[in-house]
Each structure stands twice: as C-alpha cells, then as structure tokens.
C-alpha cells in the first residue's frame, strides 16, 4: 500500500491529506502538526475585533474529519529529521521519538514571521500567525492605547484598520511608497491613505524602524525619518518560508523557498512541497513569486494531490488574485499593477468606468496590453466583489481580448444589479477609444 506523510497540517497540508483519500480511499496518509489549533486563519484576530466572532478558536477552519476518512493525524508533534535516503522521517511531543516511513512526503509547513534577532528579547514586540501567537497579541491589544505596526502588505494595514476603529492611536511603518504595494495601484492606495488619515492614523511610508528604546515600559522607536512611542509594536511583515528543516537536503532559492518542479516535486524523488513553502512563475511576467494566500495554499495542495495517486498534472501558472474590506470598501486586484507592467516592460492603456454613487456601487480600472488583453484588474466596491473577481480570473487566464468582453452575453434578472454590465462599458470605452486613434 502506498503512504504519504504530510508535515504540516494547515490550509495546504489538510487539503492534500483529504484530496489524497478522496482520489485513492485505500492511500495510507499520515499528517503531522506541531500546534494543536489548526488550520487557523491568520486574520482571526481582525475578526475577533470586529465582533464577527465570538473567539479565537472560532477563526480554525478543519477542513474535514480527518479520523472519519482515514487519516491518521499527530497534532502537537514536531518533525526534528528527516532522512531522505532511508525515506523515514522521526517526530516527537516532547516525550520520545517516533520514527514513520514513506512512499511520498508533502512539506507543507508554511511560513513564519521573523522579528529581527536584535529585538527578540525586547519586551512588549509581537509577531502573530499561529493560534498561540495570535492568542498572546489580543491580550496585549486590549490593554494597548498606542500601537505601531511594522508593515504595509495586508497583515499591517488590515490590523490597522480594526485598530484604527476601536479607536486606538496607530501608527504604521513600512519602506514602501503605497499600502498594501504587491496588489494595488497609487490610486486605491491613496483612497485607504485618505481613509486612515481621516481617523488620525499616523503613516510613516518610505521609512523604517532604526532603533529600539525601552523607557518605562513603553518602546521609543527611531526611525530613518522621525520617531514613534508606543505601547507595543507589532511586526506584520518579515514573513518567510518555514524551511529550514529541509536545508540539508533540498533545493533552497535564496529566499528561503523550496525549488519545486511543474508538478511541485522537490530534487529528493516523491517529495513534494505546497502553499507558503514554494514561488512560482507568474502567468504574465513568467517571474517567480511566493505563494502566500490561502486559496493558493490549497490549490498547490489539490495539484500534489493529483500528482501522488497518479493523475500527472502540471501546476497551473500564478495569476495575483486577492480582496479585501476597509472601512465599509470593498477592493480587489486581479493581475498585474501598474508597477509591475512597467517593471516587466508591457506596454498597456487603462480605461476607467463606474463610480460608487452608481446604481452597480463600484470603480473599475481595466489595464489592457497592446494585444486588446486585460492584463490587471483593480476594483473599489460598496458590495461584495469575490465573485467579480473570480470571473475576471477566468477572463485573464483565458486571454480574451476586448471585443469578446463586449460582445459576450450574460444573464439578466429584473431589479437585479450586475456586475457585467460595468465590464461591457469599460469594453465599450476601450474600443471607442481605439477606433478614435
């Protein structure tokens, strides 16, 4: 009988474990986790925040039984060796080792966040992304009145935006010029900029913490340009690969990732590596990025798992797909940013529709290549956008160009609003705008 081990049991690791079984009920799958809360979504802090749950362990999302279909699993245990050659590995809870063999091995530990070795004995600095973690952090959060956050991608500004409404006095640090930089362009930046402002957020962009003073138990933080005290500085960026268990046998880029293969296989035959752990190449650029989202982390699962029982199928190119809710606006991207457009030398125009006092309640911006393609998506909405961006998603991977956008053909149902007819105006717009040229 065939047996896959799994190291790691989070939103990769238990998707592949169930996929696994759910293709071959009759495969041996061992899964083994250090915590004992998982998998757990990292932002369930914000949502304990924001009342839209009553407690953190609310926020762990099992994905399945894992005893009812079959797969035997060691939550609280800790992988200390692997031997490639022997293919065993050896775990422990701290009361012995236990050695298991293997046919496939799927790495799916994730990432971690980091805080600088300087700072790591530093009273009242936190990084949060376990259970654990994120349970030590909203202990500290309710008793906090002056908070810094070390970090502009999605983890600082959306902690910022719950703080900034509970009405805490935050202020957050990061080297970009714009927030939340890899998927949006200045001008959605600028309108979560104005919103923070307007709260009295303090924002220190193209800057970054120097120094670290404590004084009467509060942080006293220099920057490259300024200073901040604070009560707690939490670190929300320094996110990296959790690898380094398979230094001494893998392929390691030098950001710390394990090199995988179209089929996520690692050098070391059968062994597999998913989610947080892997980059790669992007649909439009062909430049390799980390994975670091969760639906990622389970589409990375759900290809290894086709690869281990046998269906061979080749990882599909990255495409940046991602939302999120700020101060009652929902935003989107899909694609590339102007930024990386012009990093990557691709030529593009970019039309504009809608507005949010229209009855759709939303701001597109559409960036097309020379090729009538849509090549980046970005979106400001009153409503849910999710399912927009999924079909959006399908259109850029699909390649259509500008006049399949327009001529395509959708559904209607009386005094119900759609988002497709926003994307055949901004078609429109495009098309008359190259007819005139």
């Given at each position: 009988m065939k047996k896959t081990v799994v190291i790691g049991a989070s939103h990769s690791g238990q998707m592949v474990a169930s996929e696994i079984k759910r293709f071959d009920p009759d495969h041996e799958v061992v899964l083994i986790e250090k915590e004992k809360n998982v998998p757990f979504i990292a932002s369930g802090i914000n949502l304990v925040l924001k009342n839209k749950i009553h407690d953190l362990s609310d926020a762990i999302a099992p994905l399945v039984d894992l005893d009812k279909i079959g797969v035997k699993s060691f939550f609280g245990y800790e992988?200390?060796?692997i031997n490639w050659d022997k293919k065993t590995i050896r775990y422990t809870n701290g009361k012995g080792l236990q050695e298991e063999d293997y046919t496939n091995l799927v790495l799916a530990t994730g990432s971690k966040q980091y805080l600088p070795r300087q700072y790591m004995n530093v009273?009242?600095?936190?990084?949060?992304k376990s259970f654990s973690e994120s349970l030590d952090v909203l202990k500290v959060l309710e008793n906090a009145n002056t908070i810094a956050i070390s970090g502009t991608g999605y983890v600082g500004v959306e902690l910022g935006e719950v703080l900034t409404q509970l009405n805490k006095q935050?202020?957050?640090?990061g080297p970009t010029k714009n927030l939340i930089q890899e998927y949006y362009d200045q001008e959605i930046s600028d309108c979560i900029k104005h919103k923070f402002t307007n709260y009295g957020t303090s924002l220190f962009l193209e800057n970054q913490i120097m120094d670290?003073?404590?004084?009467?138990?509060?942080?006293?933080?220099q920057l490259l340009e300024g200073s901040v005290a604070c009560d707690v500085l939490i670190m929300a960026n320094n996110s990296r690969p959790n690898s380094e268990l398979y230094w001494n046998g893998l392929r390691i880029s030098q950001d710390k990732t394990v090199e995988?293969?179209?089929?996520l296989q690692t050098n070391q035959p059968q062994v597999y590596a998913i989610g947080d752990l892997i980059a790669l190449p992007n649909l439009l650029t062909k430049n390799k990025t980390r994975l670091s989202l969760i639906t990622e982390a389970r589409q990375t699962a759900r290809i290894a798992a086709l690869n281990i029982v046998g269906k061979k199928t080749v990882m599909p190119k990255q495409l940046n797909i991602s939302t999120t809710q700020l101060f009652g606006l929902y935003f989107g991207s899909v694609g590339l940013t102007k930024e990386k457009l012009e990093q990557s030398n691709i030529a593009y125009k970019t039309i504009r529709v809608g507005n949010l006092s229209s009855f759709e309640k939303i701001r597109i911006s559409l960036h097309v290549d020379f090729k009538d393609r849509i090549v980046g998506v970005q979106i400001v909405s009153e409503k849910n956008i999710q399912t927009l961006l999924d079909l959006l998603?399908?259109?850029?991977?699909?390649?259509w160009?500008?006049?399949e956008l327009y001529s395509n053909n959708t559904s209607f149902f009386p005094m119900s609003p759609s988002f497709t007819s926003v994307l055949h105006e901004a078609a429109a717009c495009y098309l008359a705008q190259i007819r005139e040229e």
């Open positions: 992988v200390v060796e009273k009242n600095i936190y990084s949060y935050v202020s957050i640090i670290i003073n404590e004084e009467d138990n509060r942080l006293n933080l995988v293969n179209q089929y998603e399908i259109v850029i991977r699909s390649g160009k500008m006049e």
